[in-house]
């Protein structure tokens, strides 16, 4: 039988005012693959992560995600997107913050379900602090843990090395693989390629909001200028 | 890409337009016979009442388009939203401007806070407003939506903000309405109001080209390559 | 004592020209704003 | 129904932490006040007649801040749009919302009524109908503030833009407030408190209906 599609792209053009962000973007991924989306600055990976987790709308195409229309039937349950803003109430505490997810998702939002989802980021000792108080690369901890808290089929994380230290590097890692072993299907955008290479069975490469490459990461171009000397991939 | 029609149509409308004010300005100014009681201030009538009918029906036709907007998602209703919202709002504000001319030489004030009169001001305020919200969204899709629902909304808004002056100022005399003159006095009003309405159902669809001509600028760059783009999809301009 | 207004043709010529003035300002600006945007919309399609 | 529950805990604990903005709105409405007492002059009889007056004019200049800073915390991070994606539904976002905000301006003002008290020797026995008068009108402040703050909030100009949308269309709710108001201050031999309050009411409903309905078309792309 052959494999379910979790995500399908068909045709998508998105235009910000008089420039095309994505120009006939049209990709499948299976069901439980782990898929890197690299490309340089402004290439439409934010786009195209927007477009799918339907933070907005594609202006031509058709995006499926587990054989559903998202703009009509309820399927937004089952994706999660970590984004550029984090998402986050920043006068509230890292706690209350999952809180109110759990709330609306009427998932357990007792004290120590969401301990332990904030003790999985290495941030169980602050959960009780404000995020105004957070540092950049702490707040990206308590996205990711937010995301998880959906427990979402589909997960979208855009750049989720951002900000982070060597260690926040590893916890992205372990969080990519343990996603995978829970059979999600998720995309990553991200700049770091030997990292995607070594952790992603498949690649799309984003040129100018036109996909370049899809295919498996081992034959993904290198794209000019980046042979990995400038880039710090960390521990 | 949508072509906007060159049809001359909106031109003929205005051309009419102000041949039938002319008419009906003539007939009002000199051939009516001067009213009773007002006298020959009666005359601003002939030129009020048709404003007033009209200001109100191109109100009334934005709040059509609005929620033509809401409904359909095309970007023609959009374009006649932004046209009819800004026609009404001048000619409330001349409605607006007339009744302090009135209002001096009959009441002796330029405003006397008339139910009428006063809901026109709030209506030039609240649609000024959105005309100024339009000016401030650079997103064109939630600058449709966002002035297509406050549309609705201070549409809706009109007959509760007419009923509270209305009672707050009820020790107001009692109003001269044009029903109450003669026969002889409805002709002059009559042409003007057809020759306003002529004028600025014209005037819109010029201005709804403009706002189409605007729009296709702003969000309608050719799509590079147009090799395998999926035909019926939402291509937006129009008038 | 009959309560005739009398006279107030100034407030009748006032009237009629403030009419013409707004109604025939905005007519103006609405053609010179369609022919504006159709020399733009024209000169974009000649462009490179 | 849960997720209005949700929302509303939600917005209510947004507002607990920022008590300090809610202060500082309450000493905007309070300077205000001291304000136009000085625009009138130290004649107590026009200070009294036209406290109702100030005291609502007061409210609607704090209520566009209070009404801003409630879609801050919303836009900064773009929390909003996180939890339309949950999904969480827009008109449980909305109605929480509202109806946090109308709490906030309710206990506005019920705090500037013993500022107008002292400054304008302004009180009423009936405090009862009062409170009555200011939810109806605070009512009316909150479900068209909330739903155009969160265009506003999105725009440029925003301090400007609220305002200059939401005076106009609360016109009604200014009129009767101060009328209802006025009345329970200077005494009602005509029984015309009733139709005041009910014409505030009839605001409240159509404005509470139309802000449910559209919120979801203003936040969703």
């Known amino acids: 039988m052959r494999a379910m599609i979790a995500i399908a792209a068909a045709g998508l053009y998105r235009r910000y005012g008089r420039r095309w962000a994505l120009v006939d973007v049209s990709f499948e991924v299976p069901a439980g ?108 901890r308590l996205a990711l843990a937010r995301v998880l808290q959906q427990e979402a089929e589909v997960v979208l994380l855009d750049e989720p090395y951002g900000h982070l230290d060597p260690p926040g590097f590893l916890l992205v890692d372990r969080v990519l693989q343990r996603l995978r072993r829970q059979g999600a299907t998720v995309l990553i955008a991200t700049h770091l390629l030997r990292r995607g290479r070594a952790l992603c069975d498949r690649g799309l490469v984003l040129e100018a909001g036109r996909l370049s490459f899809a295919g498996a990461t081992s034959e993904m171009p290198e794209p000019p200028g980046a042979d990995g000397a400038g880039f710090a991939e960390g521990a | 890409m949508a072509r906007v029609a060159h049809n001359r149509t909106p031109h003929a409308l205005v051309a009419a337009g102000v041949a039938l004010l002319l008419a009906g300005s003539y007939w009002g100014l000199l051939k009516a016979p001067r009213e009773i009681f007002m006298g020959d201030v009666q005359r601003i009538m002939y030129v009020h009442v048709p404003t007033a009918w009209n200001a109100m029906l191109a109100l009334s ?35 607006c401007t007339q009744g302090a001319i009135w209002a001096k030489p009959t009441w002796g004030v330029w405003w006397d806070w008339d139910p009428r009169l006063t809901t026109t001001a709030v209506m030039v305020f ?71 309405l002529f004028l600025w159902t014209g005037l819109v669809a010029l201005r709804a080209r403009v706002a189409a001509l605007r729009l296709q600028s702003e969000i309608h760059p050719p799509v590079p390559e147009q090799k395998s783009a999926p035909a019926g999809a939402p291509v937006p301009g129009g008038a | 004592m009959s309560g005739v207004v009398e006279g107030g043709w100034e407030f009748v010529i006032a009237a009629y020209a403030v009419t013409a003035a707004v109604l025939g300002a905005y007519a103006v600006s609405v053609f010179v704003r369609h022919s504006a945007e159709k020399s733009r919309a024209a000169g974009g399609e000649k462009g490179p | 129904m849960s997720g209005l529950l949700v929302a509303l805990r939600k917005d209510l604990l947004l507002q607990w932490r920022g008590k300090a903005q809610i202060v500082a709105i309450f000493a905007f409405g309070a300077t205000a006040l001291l304000l136009f007492s000085f625009a009138i002059g130290p004649d107590s009889l026009a200070l009294r007649q036209h406290a ?47 109806l946090a905000n109308w709490a906030q301006l309710a206990l506005l003002g019920a705090a500037l009524v013993p500022v107008m008290v002292v400054l304008y020797d302004a009180g009423t026995l009936r405090l009862l109908s009062l409170l009555g008068v200011i939810l109806l009108g605070t009512a009316g402040l909150s479900a068209p503030g909330t739903l155009y703050a969160a265009m506003t909030a999105q725009a440029r100009a925003r301090q400007t833009l609220l305002p200059l949308l939401l005076f106009p269309l609360v016109v009604p709710v200014l009129l009767a407030a101060v009328k209802a108001t006025s009345l329970l201050i200077l005494g009602d031999p005509m029984g015309q408190l009733a139709p005041w309050a009910t014409l505030l009411a009839a605001f409240d409903v159509i404005h509470w209906a139309l802000g449910g309905l559209f919120f979801g078309r203003v936040v969703e792309d």
């Open chain 1, 33 to 140: 693959a782990l898929v890197m989306v690299t490309g340089r600055n402004g290439s439409g990976k934010t786009t195209l992560l927007r477009v799918l987790a339907t933070a907005i709308r594609a202006d031509r195409g058709m995006v499926t995600i587990l054989g559903k229309d998202p703009q009509r039937e309820p399927v937004r349950e089952k994706i999660a997107l970590l984004g550029h803003r984090t998402y986050l109430y920043e006068p509230l505490t890292a706690l209350e913050n999952l809180a109110i997810v759990a709330r609306f998702l009427g998932r357990d939002s007792r004290r120590k379900a969401l301990l332990e989802r904030l003790e999985e980021v290495g941030l169980a000792d602050r959960a009780d602090d404000p995020v105004q108080t957070f540092s950049a690369g702490m707040r990206q």
């Open chain 4, 52 to 98: 109702a007056g100030f005291l609502w004019l007061g409210l609607l200049l704090a209520s566009t801040l209070s009404l801003a800073e409630s879609f801050e915390r919303e836009v900064e991070e773009q929390a909003l749009e996180g939890l339309l994606l949950l999904p969480a539904s827009a008109r449980a976002l909305y109605y929480g919302k509202a």
């Open chain 2, 61 to 95: 036709f934005a709040f059509v388009c609005a929620v033509c907007f809401l409904f359909t998602n095309a970007w023609k209703w959009d374009n006649r939203l932004e046209a009819a919202m800004e026609m009404g709002v001048v000619l409330s504000l001349l409605l």
């Open chain 2, 126 to 196: 609240a649609f000024g407003g959105i005309l100024a919200l339009r000016a401030f969204v650079d997103d064109p899709v939630k600058r449709a939506v966002w002035s297509a629902v406050a549309c609705i909304v201070a549409f809706a808004d009109v007959p509760i903000v007419y009923f509270s002056v209305k009672w707050w100022n009820s020790l107001h005399q009692a109003q001269s309405s044009p029903q109450t003159v003669s026969r002889a006095f409805h002709w002059p009003l009559r042409i003007n109001a057809f020759g306003i």
